[in-house]
């Protein structure tokens, strides 16, 4: 730069700023420095941008080193300890009333922790992937008839030829999961003991490069060896003790041979992929006798990992691969996976909500427990302010400024938020083992930085809310009449108390009504008629042996009155997963695209489930062409005059309808019915049992079923579920939250009780002088209370007409989520608004009684 | 006593006012790490660090003539001390000694 080039001046305001807080040794060097930056700035930069750097620049000097020492400090420093000292006084001389202030907040802050609690549990799902930004779960799009419906995973030759020419995938694995065979296996060393089950998964070997599980001993890359498998740490120790099983052979099935090549580390409960052991691939297509070339179109759990992570990118080549065109109604999706555990619903082809919509509610629910309690900290707090009178009217005249006093009072808020919060993390932490047999869960209390930053910026929202007006309120006392002697009106106006009162009974009846609607819902979905009855069905996994001497084992069975049917099925048939569009019959509009849920099973399982035929028969298991039972609405979907003898085409393959069944539910009642179709299969090529038992003996039954699987199979244990429990397992998501919610309106009313108890006592002591005038004057017992509480029934209406439409927007959208629902219930409104009057009226008479009882002299004489 | 140990940071800075000599202060400081590390660090953090560094002993530091550039005002300039290059040389030589015990057999899988 030349000498003679006139300088830039930067902005004097910032220089201004740098001599306020900079020390003055410092000064010169520092704005030397900025000077000559910003000179370089303004040549390459606007004169905006410059000043701006040096605005930024200058801020960034505030740093410990060159602070000025305010001499000032000292003096805050000394008013700290007043403080403290003060408070410390204040804790000794009335413990219960600060105990009781604090023991509130502190109910409101357990709430709140134990729900950060689990969100926080559920957010640390996957992120343990060192690749976690970068891997995607494949969810694939099918449109028909204008819906559209994501399904996980992709077809294989998809994947496969995404793989080879998009250049940006890095990994892809297939996953081969939640069969109940092979991914369950039977796991047995030693011929005497029973079976060790573990649950196990099938994948490629890239599974590791994109996942980061631990592998203890063994092959870095475990998967390499079609014939081997891995076992997790605790597998491996259950089934051969002490021994490193690396390298040791063992018999799949007992039948195929595989080499141990690696132990694991047990997945942590924080990952969605479980599995006690995993395989190749090629494994359980030779399980299957499948042929590697013939798995090509089916649809696989696949993750990929990319390099450069443009998603949509990726996304857009992969649906414009020329394969793509074989599946033309169907797109596929990437989604990621840090995503993948809180957003597993989708909506219209987009991640729309699962867990992270319970996460809203559950924080909603927080919230409105920390106001309610923050709000009774506030009145508790004001209510009591007189006895603090003569203090800070001498503080006052001893020169106190106002501004001092609101220091004095917010660090006393923020010491009791501190005690509060300490004693609520310690009871929540304690907590968390009650709450996972509540919510049938296993979170952990994990102390992370996330969990860390949330509880001080809780503890901090926590004192400026709750502090900020009894500081304001303590702080305008006028020390001339407080030291006169003359009684003090009271903190604060009274409508504000009144009216965060209303905001606290509003919030406990959002809490009451919500909660009652909830249980209303799960319970309208636990007795909605699935169509058959579902006590009393054992769901059993056949062995090979079974499958193979299926009349044999049925007539074994039903040799027992214990047992009266049993039928074999290829589908679970409370969560049937497959569905289908390819469905053609005589007269189907060519675009129509009605989808389809094609079950594989034999004319024992129509019994098991009640299923009796309205029109034609059952199937003939003699004749083998393809013949197929529609359920009602099947068969009102196809509009089909005459259906029975009449073929139809599933797949391609031309079937002929043989009779009409009425409809069950084969799914979660989230989702609307879609119409089921019965084909005919052989016991052979089914995977389930399902057995009927003697709904009276349930024991004795299964121990009798469980004497003749042995018959068939010595070498495996059986395994076995019962169908109500399994189903009530699809409603475990809701169950968890009516658990919740109802320890959560627990919280709310024992609150809101205390709220009420304070305001009422506040008023009955202002209205002594009153009441006992009253009595003089010859008022009775009910006329006294009529009075005290005419301005309760009043905020008991208000909060009423607050919480009204407030909960019935909530509930509707909550309700919406499912295809079976509940309309809401309007006469819960009435009854709420009986219950809450009838809780505080009694609250408020309690309170009464007490003046009743005195002596009107002794109150009038008091003057 | 503030400890003699030098962080990453602190060690770069003493290095880049060695390189700079007789003309290091902390804007010329700032530019070099930029030209020689990409690393853009903020000017407070240079004179964070000047100013650990001093009181560590390891820099003295006398102010300059005043020069037109900076608007008449003077440059606070900076110079190793023997206890700082005593510090730099430690950590130089520890560095040195523990990349000679590392195996040849390690940098084969690589």
Known sequence: MSRHQPNHTPPRLADKFLEFFCKEEWVEPIRGDLFEQYQLDREKHSKTKSNYKYWINTINFIRPFALKRNSTTLNHLAMLKNTLKTFSRQLIRKPVHHSINMLGLSFGLIVVFLAMTWVNYHQSFDQFHVKKDRIYKVMTNSYSSGETQTSTGAILEVTEQAKQSISDIEHVTRIISNWRWPSEQCFKV???????????????????????????????????????IALSESVAKKLYGDVNPVGM?????????????????????????????????????????????????????????????????????????????????????????????????????????????????????????????????????TAQSSLRGKEIGVR???????????????????????????????????????????????????LNKAFIIKVLTIILVTTLLSGIYPA????????????????????????????????????????????????????????????????????????FSHIRNYKAFVDELKQSPLVSEIGACNANMIAASRITDRVSWGGKDPDEKTQFKPIGAENGLLRVFELDIIEGTYFNPSDTSEQIILTETALERMNLTNPIGQHIQIYGQKCRIVGIIPDFNSQSLHESLIPTIIYQVKPENTGTFY???????????????????????????????????????????????????????????????????????FNTIRRFREIGLRKIFGANGTQIIRTLSTEFIWIALISNVIAWPLSFWIMDYWLSGFAYRINVPYEIFPVNLILTAAIILLLVAIQSLRVIRLNPTEVIRNE | MKGTHLGEFEELVLLIIGVLYPNAYGLAIKQEIADQTKRSPAIGAIHSALSRLEDKGFLKSHLADATHERGGRRKKLYEITASGKQAIEYNRSLRNTLWNQIPELAWKKL
């Open chain 1, 190 to 228: 030693d011929e005497n003991k029973p079976c060790v089950y573990s649950k196990g998964i099938f994948a490629d070997s890239s599974f590791f490069k994109i996942f980061d599980f631990e592998i203890l001993s063994g092959e870095l890359s475990p998967l390499t060896n079609p014939t081997s």
């Open chain 1, 249 to 381: 052979e063992y018999l799949v099935d007992n039948h195929f041979k595989v080499t141990i090549s690696a132990v694991y580390k047990d997945v942590p409960p924080t990952s969605s992929l479980q599995f006690e052991f995993i395989a190749p691939l090629q494994l359980a297509y030779s399980l299957w006798g499948q042929k590697e070339e013939n798995m090509k179109q089916y649809s696989f759990i696949t993750y990929m990992s990319l390099k450069n992570n443009d998603a949509q990118l990726v996304e857009e080549q992969i649906n414009s691969l020329p394969i793509s065109d074989k599946y033309e109604n169907q797109s596929v999706i990437l989604h990621p996976l840090t995503k993948a555990h809180l957003f597993s619903n989708f909506k219209n082809g987009k991640a729309s909500g699962g867990l992270a919509s319970y996460v809203r509610i559950i924080g909603l629910f927080a919230i409105f427990i920390l106001a309610m309690s923050m709000v009774n900290f506030i009145n508790l707090t």
């Open chain 1, 396 to 446: 006052k005249v001893n020169g106190a400024s106002k501004r001092s006093l609101h220091f004095q009072f917010l660090i006393e808020t923020l010491l009791k938020v501190i005690i509060s919060s300490t004693v609520a993390l310690l009871v929540a932490y304690l907590f968390v083992p009650y709450l996972n047999q509540l919510i049938d869960e296993e979170i952990q209390f994990i």
């Open chain 1, 472 to 543: 304001l309120v303590l702080s305008r006392f006028n020390p001339i009449s407080v030291l006169k002697n003359i009684p003090f009106k009271g903190g604060g106006k009274r409508n504000i108390r009144r009216w965060l009162t209303i905001t606290q009974i509003s919030i406990s009846g959002v809490i009451i009504l919500l909660t009652s609607v909830f249980y209303m819902q799960l319970d309208y979905l636990q007795n909605l008629s699935t169509g058959y009855d579902r006590k009393g069905i054992l769901v059993m996994e056949p062995t």
């Open chain 1, 691 to 761: 057995i009927r038992y003697d709904q009276n003996k349930p024991s004795e039954s299964i121990a009798y079923i469980e004497e003749k699987y042995d018959q068939f199979e010595p070498f495996f244990t059986m395994k076995s579920k019962i169908l109500d429990e399994e189903y009530a397992k699809l409603y475990r998501e809701e169950k968890v939250i009516s658990s919740l919610s109802i320890f959560a309106m627990i919280t709310a009313i024992i609150i809101a009780a205390i709220g009420i108890l304070g305001l009422s006592t």
